[in-house]
């Protein structure tokens, strides 16, 4: 059994890489300066050397604002990329696991999104992660994707550490508060990939094709902050609690349109697969204790 890991530097191929290998499993990771999946060529070859069992596609191009000018490289690593890897499962007949977003939906729904609901995305960067879903579909029988939302770990940049600098610094902070979504820890959804491992090692049936998996509870940005720093307090990594202002999406105006709504209805997942939803500030937690033991952004 041997897992190819796409995108491994990232927040969740570091999770990935670390639980495989708490589990026992063989797997080689590699970042985008080791294979370049917008290279057809190069990909075929890459996992025809290998020879994996499974590979899960953790790479993308997730700079949402700046996807929206530099549109060819989001579609390339975003859409060619999974192309190519679907392709070269097909030709080694293995699964590929693939991970996608709350983005490519509107966010106009009032009620979770379910897989069954059609896609909308409001930007590049959606725009590109659902042809990649697509290409995924199209190509490939045996596949996974799992669309997931606002990802956050110790690694890497993400909500949960800016928030924590920023709240280090000063005594008043702005963070949206009419955006609903649910925060989900790279370590859960890596657990998540691998009991889809798991069963594919151990030769179980499994039901194939689209999911959502995000934490819970459903929350804010603004909420999110609010936890992020009450957390942070009570560890001692803040002398003190910062004021966090809620405002309104139009006061913090960005290159791209965020979905109003982002939660995912996760029932699929729980009903096909037996895998239930995570408590993200466990995950949190998790996270700024790493943080702490580290000496890493703490006071």
């Not at 307090?233 to 349109?257: D, V």
Request: with cysteine; aromatic share 8%.
């Amino acid at each position: 059994m041997t897992i190819l890991i796409i995108g491994a530097a990232g927040q969740l191929g570091t999770e990935l890489c670390l639980r495989s290998k708490e589990r026992g499993y063989k797997f080689v990771g590699v970042d985008y300066n080791e294979l370049d999946i917008t290279n057809e060529s190069s990909t075929m070859a890459f996992v025809d050397q290998v020879k994996p069992t499974v590979i899960i596609n953790a790479a993308a191009y997730t700079a949402v604002d700046r996807a929206e000018t530099d549109i060819a490289s989001a579609f390339a690593v975003n859409r060619e990329g999974p192309l190519y890897l679907a392709r070269s499962c097909v030709k080694a007949d293995i699964p590929l696991l693939h991970v996608s977003t709350d983005y490519v939906f509107d966010g106009e729904k009032s009620t979770p999104y379910h897989e069954t609901d059609a896609p909308n995305p409001g930007g590049v960067y959606g725009q590109s992660k659902l042809e990649g879903e697509t290409a995924v579909a199209n190509t490939l029988d045996k596949f996974i994707t799992l669309r997931t939302a606002w990802v956050f770990s110790a690694t890497g940049q993400n909500f949960v550490r800016t928030i924590l600098r920023l709240a280090q610094q000063r005594d008043e902070l702005s963070v949206v508060a009419d955006q609903t979504g649910a925060p989900t820890w790279a370590g859960d959804i890596a657990e998540v990939l691998l009991e889809i491992v798991d069963r594919i090692h151990q030769g179980k049936a499994i039901t194939w094709g689209l999911y959502h998996y995000t934490g819970v509870p459903v929350t804010t940005w603004h909420a999110f902050a609010e936890t992020i720093c009450q957390q942070a307090f009570n560890l001692g990594m803040l002398r003190k609690k910062p004021f966090i202002k809620p405002i309104s999406t139009s006061e913090y105006p960005t290159a791209a349109k965020r979905p109003q709504n982002s939660a995912l209805a996760c029932a699929r997942i729980q009903e096909e697969l037996l895998i239930s939803q995570a408590d993200w500030r466990k995950g949190l937690e998790h996270v700024l204790i790493q943080w702490k033991k580290n000496n890493e952004l703490s006071t």
